[in-house]
């Protein structure tokens, strides 16, 4: 099977909730990039929900399988945060937070309880989150006269990259996103340009 030239993700924030013998279980999905927007999203959260029990979640980032991470909040182990990242998963989704606040309602659950209200909340906030396609890109460093700006950018809408990072002076330098489908067509089109490098970029 040759490498899928797309990955799924969300690109906002949605919410949905689900209630248990008293307990509510609200669910949020979150569309981020790195460890650093979970993190400011999940303490926007617990402002939001000060009073809550518990801020459970699980986030996937990243192409690679192994950026995520899963958190029970003091829930008994492997009743929340894995079945979060299960409904994650399951829509084979990534750069994703589901993030699922518990107020207790004093009756307990029990693990198989627990698991699934919060399995049920992640599923119905991520059935409401509308999922969008978005094509696996490789970054590319690119030098170039200023005076070629308009030709290197006419190429850069043309191959539909992403603009990553721009420097622009007399030598301009871009971090370009090439979509991996039309890599060798990419490098190939910005070779041809006189005078343009075109190297892999080392994050």
Do not use: W
Not at 91 to 111: A, S
Not at 159 to 165: D, I, K, P
Request: contains cysteine; proline residues 4%; charged residues 25%.
């Amino acid at each position: 099977m040759s490498d899928p030239e797309f990955f799924y993700t969300i690109e906002r924030t949605t919410t949905a909730e689900f209630k248990d013998r008293g307990s509510k279980f609200i669910a949020y999905t979150y569309p981020i990039q790195s460890v650093d927007d979970f993190k400011k999203n999940l303490e926007a959260i617990k402002k939001e929900h000060p009073k809550a029990t518990h801020h459970c979640f699980a986030y996937r980032i990243g192409l690679d399988n192994n950026t995520f991470r899963v958190s029970d909040d003091g829930e008994p182990s492997g009743s929340a945060g894995k079945p979060i990242l299960g409904q994650i998963d399951s829509k084979k989704l990534t750069n994703v937070l589901v993030v699922v606040v518990r107020y207790f309602g004093g009756t307990l659950l029990g693990v198989p309880g627990l698991i699934n209200a919060y399995k049920t909340a992640a599923s119905l906030a991520l059935q409401v989150t509308p999922i969008v396609q978005k094509p696996i890109e490789t970054a590319y460093d690119l030098q170039f006269d200023y005076t070629q700006m308009n030709e290197v950018m006419m190429h850069v809408k043309q191959l539909n990259c992403t603009v990553l990072e721009k420097d622009m002076n007399l030598f301009c330098r871009l971090v370009i996103g090439i979509p991996k489908g039309r890599l060798d067509e990419a490098i190939y089109k910005f070779k041809e340009i006189r005078n343009v490098e075109i190297t892999k970029h080392n994050l």
